[in-house]
């Protein structure tokens, strides 16, 4: 599945950005779908998931109630909506798929689309 993420800009701390990532090649709705973010000299983390239905989602402690993971399998999207952003949220952001578990870890993914940059000015 090729994965082609959208959304990423620079905003002020506080605002809102929503993330895109459109799939093709392969049937949407088989893949659980994630994001991931990676920051200049950190290692890539799991940010959230959502599973092949959409109505399972998961999130990592730090965007709780901040970032809403969500799907349309008639458009083959998965969207990342970002509220209420930090400083620390500036990272490269990536869309990842996986055909049999959650991606909730780098190597539970099968496929990574390229990033989409984030950027937060406090």
């Known amino acids: 599945v090729q994965l082609q993420a959208s959304g990423g800009g620079l905003v002020q701390a506080g605002e809102s950005l929503r993330l895109s990532c459109a799939a093709s090649?392969?049937?949407?709705?088989?893949?659980?779908m994630g994001w991931f973010r990676q920051a200049p000299g950190k290692e890539r983390e799991f940010v959230a998931a959502i599973n092949w239905s959409g109505n399972g989602v998961y999130s990592a402690t730090s965007v709780k109630g901040r970032f809403t993971i969500s799907r349309d399998n008639t458009k083959n999207t998965v969207y990342f909506q970002m509220n209420s952003l930090k400083p620390e949220d500036a990272a490269v952001y990536y869309c990842?798929?996986?055909?049999?578990?959650?991606?909730?870890?780098?190597?539970?993914?099968?496929?990574w689309g390229k990033g989409t940059l984030v950027t937060v000015s406090s």
């Open positions: 990842a798929a996986a055909l049999s578990r959650i991606p909730d870890t780098v190597n539970s993914v099968n496929y």
């Open positions: 090649g392969r049937t949407f709705s088989d893949y659980a």
